[in-house]
């Protein structure tokens, strides 16, 4: 589907079924090939966590996530993940914290943090730049692959919460260059990864990542009284001049 990117669609609801077919194929390529997602949008941070707890896959199905932290509060942390009594294997198994906070400040401390997160292996990222970052994520996607006993596409799910103080203090470019690497090693493992970085989907600040990501999820709020239901999303394909229209999230 092609679409004028100088016009947004703001008041789209679902496009014509051959639209979203073609869409749909797209996503399916993706997520069997490895692929990396960029998830924006003018919303409260909530809604944020609601999306990437989608992302980073269903509670009764067995997944293996690593999540960056840098400005995500505990309790965001933990909303994102499944249910410790109804899991397939401990969350303690399958998951990785990596804290790289501008205050350092744990995320898994026992005496603060909920009981969703007890037992989880979290890092620490001293370094201050990208590079530390980039390599933490590096390793640990590289390790859930050498531990796991087979991992089929999409199982790995990688997010990263969220983009901004990064892009306030390293600035844009540099970002977008650590999210290349990042990226790279994703696609290798056909893992699927996402970055948040709230803000308007053609906001100078969003567009200046966006050739980092495979897709966009744009997200937004709505009157649950007009729509039945108060978040939206919005994917776009850059690359292949893809959009879908608003749909529930």
């Known amino acids: 589907m092609t679409t004028d990117r100088s016009t947004p669609r703001e008041d789209d609801d679902e496009p014509p079924g051959d639209e979203f077919d073609a869409f749909l194929n797209t996503l399916n390529e993706l ?7 960029l998830v924006v949008g003018d919303a409260p941070r909530e809604v944020f966590t609601r999306a990437s707890s989608q992302l980073l896959g269903d ?27 109804t899991a397939p294997r401990p969350l303690a198994e399958t998951t990785r914290i990596l804290n790289h906070a ?5 995320v898994t401390d026992e005496s603060a943090a909920p009981p969703e997160l007890a037992g989880i292996r979290e890092t620490c990222v001293a370094d201050p730049q990208l590079r530390g970052l980039q390599s933490c994520l590096a390793e640990a996607i590289q390790e859930v692959v050498d531990s796991a006993e087979s991992l089929n596409p999409a199982d790995l799910r990688v997010g990263v919460d969220s983009l901004t103080p990064l892009v306030e203090y390293h600035g844009a470019d540099v970002v977008r260059r650590c999210l290349d690497m990042v990226g790279g090693h994703v696609r290798d493992n056909d893992a ?47 690359d292949r001049d893809l959009a879908t229209g608003w749909t529930p999230l």
Do not use: F
């Open 59 to 85: 509670s009764d199905i067995l997944r293996y996530r690593v999540l960056a932290v840098t400005d995500a509060t505990t309790r965001s942390v933990a909303d994102r993940l499944p249910d410790p009594e």
């Open 102 to 106: 501008g205050v350092p400040r744990s």
């Open 31 to 37: 997520k069997s090939t490895g692929c990396n997602l």
């Open 192 to 238: 699927m990864a996402h970055y948040v970085l709230p803000g308007g989907y053609r906001s100078e600040r969003v567009q200046s990542v966006v050739p980092a990501a495979d897709a966009v999820i744009e997200l937004r709020t709505v009157d649950p009284d007009e729509y039945d239901h108060d978040v939206q999303q919005r994917w776009h394909v850059p």
